[in-house]
Structures are given as structure tokens and as C-alpha cells.
């Protein structure tokens, strides 16, 4: 059990465009989701705390209009990269909190975004 | 303030060699908890084991195995025997209680890159 899907894997993209990333919790319901950033030899950085049916949390720094999350169902949150410029080029990895008893966060295959 | 800290930035060890990996964290909270992740080169985080601070029972888990100790603030991890397919970046991470105001949120450590040669 906990398994979390992400989609895209890859996504390469040109400057200027919007790219969608889909995160899916397969077999458990998580009201709350995670997004992190993490650049090649460095830990992840928590960008933002997305809440069913709610508004997500960004952290300092993070532009709310540059990264559009939507976390409309109990096992759908999604994370668009609106206007994407080279410097947003990384690796984007979800996770879904299990709240089975458990409050263990489950992680996705994270995506790797190239913006040309 | 938490915080998360693994000391060890790259390790390098031949198969067989028992290694451990060291975690030491800072929180005010009482109750807390503490996880280590595993990532391999594809980039997916593995959870490997989740610990409550109520609870300091070393755990073993075939080669893995974990040892919490709350008076020096430390969850280090040791891998006996270790193999090839360790090889791998190991985080360490921090949640506060969801009774805390930034409850649930990981905080992580910087990592520790092992690479296990044959």
C-alpha cells in the first residue's frame, strides 16, 4: 500500500510555456500533499502544502502565481508551471501524507523538468 | 527551530562493509517524529522507517537497522553487510506533531551520498 504517481517523468518544454505535473496517491486518500523542489546534489525544499478542497501554503519565496497547485480530489494534486524560464528547469517529486494512523509521507517518482 | 543534520556528506565503502549513517536533530518539541528516506539514482524517495519520539526502541529490519537515542538527539542508521544496490542518497528528516502549528511538514537533512563498491 501507499504508492504516490506523478506524471510526467520527464517534460521538456520551451521557455515560455505551461507545464502541468499530476500527483496521485493510488491506494490511499491524502487531504494534504506536498511539493518539493530539489537541484541536482542538494535536499528537497518544500515549495508548497496543497489542501483538498482548500487553498495550498506556500513557502517564503515561492511565487503563488508562478506555481499554480490545485488538489481538487482526496487523490489528485497538481502543480503547473506557468510562464516556465530555464532557471525553473529541475526536479519536482510530490508526496501524499498517509493519514491512516500512520502521518507518513509517501513520495512520487518525481518529474524532471527541462525548459529550453 | 528544527532542524535536521547529517554530518556525512558522501561515504564510500566496499560490499560487505557494515556502514552507518549519522542523523542528529534539534527540536523543543516533545512529540515528534523522525524518518529515514532512501534515494536511489532514479530519483523516487523510499520510506524506510518512521520513528515517534515516545518511542526509543531500536528496530531491525534484515541488513537495516536504527538506533534512536534521544538523550544525544540522534537516529542513526546502520546497514550491515552492505551490497551494490545501497548505493544510494539517505535522508534523514523531522516532522513536528499535527497538533503544532507547521505540523507535518518534513524538514530534511542535507543527505548522505553512499556508494557501495564491488
Known amino acids: 500500500g501507499a504508492v504516490v504517481s506523478q506524471h510526467p517523468s520527464w517534460v521538456i518544454c520551451k521557455s515560455g510555456t505551461s507545464v502541468k505535473i499530476e500527483c496521485r496517491s493510488l491506494?490511499?486518500?491524502?487531504?494534504?500533499m506536498f511539493w518539493y523542489r530539489q537541484f541536482p546534489k542538494q535536499s528537497l525544499m518544500l515549495m508548497a502544502t496543497s489542501n483538498e478542497g482548500s487553498k495550498a501554503t506556500y513557502e517564503q519565496g515561492v511565487e503563488k502565481d508562478k506555481f499554480l497547485i490545485n488538489h481538487a480530489s482526496l487523490t489528485l494534486s497538481t502543480l503547473t508551471v506557468t510562464s516556465a524560464h530555464p532557471e525553473d528547469s529541475s526536479f519536482y517529486i510530490c508526496?501524499?501524507?498517509?493519514?491512516?494512523?500512520?502521518?507518513?509521507?509517501?513520495f512520487g517518482p518525481g518529474t524532471r523538468l527541462l525548459v529550453l | 527551530a528544527q532542524k535536521v543534520t547529517q554530518a556525512q556528506t558522501e561515504i564510500s565503502v566496499v560490499e560487505k562493509e557494515d556502514v552507518t549513517l549519522d542523523c542528529v536533530y534539534e527540536?523543543?518539541?516533545?512529540?515528534?517524529?523522525l524518518f529515514w528516506y532512501k534515494q536511489p539514482p532514479s530519483g523516487e524517495l523510499v520510506f524506510l522507517i518512521r520513528r515517534n519520539s515516545f518511542d526509543e526502541q531500536n528496530e531491525i529490519s534484515g541488513r537495516y537497522s536504527w538506533n534512536f537515542q534521544k538523550s544525544t538527539s540522534s537516529f542513526n542508521f546502520t546497514i550491515t553487510a552492505s551490497q551494490v544496490v545501497d548505493s544510494a542518497v539517505y535522508f534523514c528528516?523531522?516532522?513536528?506533531?499535527?497538533?503544532?502549528?507547521?505540523?507535518?511538514?518534513?524538514?530534511f537533512g542535507q543527505g548522505t551520498e553512499l556508494s557501495v563498491k564491488p
Open positions: 527540536t523543543r518539541d516533545t512529540t515528534y517524529y
Open positions: 491506494d490511499f486518500q491524502a487531504t494534504t
Open positions: 508526496s501524499a501524507r498517509d493519514e491512516r494512523g500512520q502521518e507518513t509521507q509517501y
Open positions: 528528516a523531522l516532522s513536528r506533531s499535527l497538533f503544532y502549528n507547521q505540523g507535518g511538514k518534513l524538514i
